[in-house]
C-alpha cells in the first residue's frame, strides 16, 4: 500500500526537518514509524517535496536516489539531521559529534552533485532546476544555522516530529494544529471524561 504524502507530512517547514520527518515517534521506539522502510517511497517523498517546498527551493526536481546504496546514504544524512537538529532542541545547541556527523555525510552528497550544479537556494525568478534529495536536504539544514533560525525548531510532543515555528511570537506548540493539537485537545477532553483517548497515528 502506498502513503499519502499529503501537506501534513511536510509539516516541518523546511526540507531537511521534513526528510527527518519521515520516521514518526521517535522517542516512543515501541510505536516508531519509518515511512522509508519501503525503499518505494522514497521517489513518491521527493516528488511530494518538490510541491511542498516550492517557497523554499523555488520550481526544483528533486532527484532520488536509486540504488540500494545511494537509499542507504540518503537514510545516513536523514539520522544526521535528526541528531543534529534534536539535539540542538534538548541541549541549547549544538554538539561536536552530531555537527561533524551531519558535515560529512553532507558534503559527500554535495559532492556527488554535477559541477554544473548552483546550491545556492533560488531567487523567485530563478528557473527550474534539478538536484538530489539528499544534497538539498543538508542544504537546507545549512540554513537552520543562523541562531535566530535555530532557535524556532521545536519537538511536536504528540508525534515527535521536528518542526521550524514561524509565528510571530514562538508560540506554536504543535507541528499541525489541525491533526496533533486536536488530537492532543480530544485526549485532554477524554481523559476528563473517562473515555480512550482514540488513535495517534499521523
Same mark, same amino acid.
Given at each position: 500500500?502506498?502513503?499519502?504524502? /499529503?501537506?501534513?507530512?511536510?509539516?516541518?517547514?523546511? #526540507? &531537511?526537518?521534513?526528510? &527527518?520527518?519521515?520516521? !514518526?515517534?521517535?522517542?516512543? *521506539? =515501541?510505536?516508531?514509524?519509518?515511512?522509508?522502510a519501503d525503499p518505494g517511497e522514497v521517489p513518491r517523498f521527493a516528488a511530494a517535496a518538490a510541491n511542498h517546498r516550492r517557497s523554499e527551493w523555488g520550481n526544483v526536481k528533486f532527484n532520488p536516489p536509486i540504488s540500494h546504496a545511494a537509499i542507504a546514504a540518503l537514510i545516513e544524512v536523514r539520522e544526521a539531521i535528526n541528531r543534529l537538529f534534536r539535539t540542538a532542541v534538548h541541549q541549547g545547541g549544538f554538539r561536536p559529534e552530531p555537527l561533524s556527523d551531519f558535515l560529512r555525510l553532507g558534503s559527500e552528497l554535495v559532492c556527488? =552533485?554535477?559541477?554544473?550544479?548552483? #546550491?545556492?537556494?533560488?531567487?523567485? $525568478? =530563478?528557473?527550474?532546476? =534539478?538536484? $538530489?534529495?539528499?544534497?538539498? &536536504?543538508?542544504?537546507?539544514?545549512?540554513?537552520?544555522?543562523?541562531?535566530?533560525?535555530?532557535?524556532? !525548531?521545536? !519537538?511536536? *510532543? /504528540?508525534c515527535h516530529w521536528l518542526y521550524f515555528d514561524e509565528s510571530r511570537n514562538r508560540s506554536r506548540r504543535w507541528c499541525d494544529m489541525s491533526v496533533c493539537g486536536n488530537r492532543a485537545k480530544a485526549q485532554r477532553h477524554y481523559s476528563r471524561n473517562g473515555k480512550p483517548a482514540g488513535n495517534n497515528h499521523v
Open positions: 500500500m502506498t502513503f499519502d504524502w /499529503n501537506a501534513h507530512r511536510f509539516s516541518g517547514g523546511v #526540507l &531537511a526537518l521534513d526528510l &527527518a520527518n519521515t520516521v !514518526i515517534f521517535r522517542d516512543a *521506539p =515501541e510505536r516508531s514509524q519509518d515511512r522509508f556527488d =552533485e554535477p559541477e554544473r550544479n548552483n #546550491l545556492i537556494l533560488p531567487q523567485p $525568478s =530563478e528557473g527550474r532546476r =534539478e538536484l $538530489s534529495l539528499g544534497a538539498a &536536504a543538508f542544504l537546507s539544514g545549512v540554513r537552520l544555522f543562523e541562531p535566530t533560525r535555530l532557535e524556532r !525548531i521545536k !519537538i511536536c *510532543p /504528540n
